[in-house]
Nanobody, 121 residues
Framework: QVQLVESGGGLVQPGGSLRLSCAAS????????MNWYCQAPGKERELVAT????????KYADSVKGRFTISRDNAKKTVYLQMTSLEPEDTAVYYC??????????????WGKGTLVTVSS
């Protein structure tokens, strides 16, 4: 079955760093653009970062530009989110998302269960 499993969340102090990982299985990983979303309690889920199939293009929400880096390893079927200079406002559940963008995968969307990141002193 399709699985997206996030890991790497936890408690970190302001200014600290954390690396999230999302391991994919059950689908053709290289045919999907990958995204990271975050959702704080009581708020809408928001796009944090996106990366194309081959990793040649990345885009970020304005709030994380210069601090977060999205990357992927298609051989390992894993997408990462390297977070630095973390702020309390970054506290949220972070979700991995896959979107099919090839002709045979258009319309396919998958979500992970999320991993909690708490930034607090």
């Amino acid at each position: 079955q399709v699985q997206l499993v996030e890991s790497g969340g936890g408690l970190v102090q302001p200014g600290g760093s954390l690396r999230l990982s999302c391991a994919a299985s059950g689908f053709t990983f290289s045919s999907f653009a990958m995204n990271w979303y975050c959702q704080a309690p009581g708020k809408e889920r928001e796009l944090v970062a996106t990366i194309t199939r081959t990793g040649d293009i990345t885009k970020y929400a304005d709030s994380v530009k210069g601090r977060f880096t999205i990357s992927r390893d298609n051989a390992k079927k894993t997408v990462y989110l390297q977070m630095t200079s973390l702020e309390p406002e970054d506290t949220a559940v972070y979700y991995c998302n896959a979107v099919g963008i090839t002709p045979s995968t258009l319309g396919m969307k998958y979500w992970g269960k999320g991993t909690l990141v708490t930034v607090s002193s």
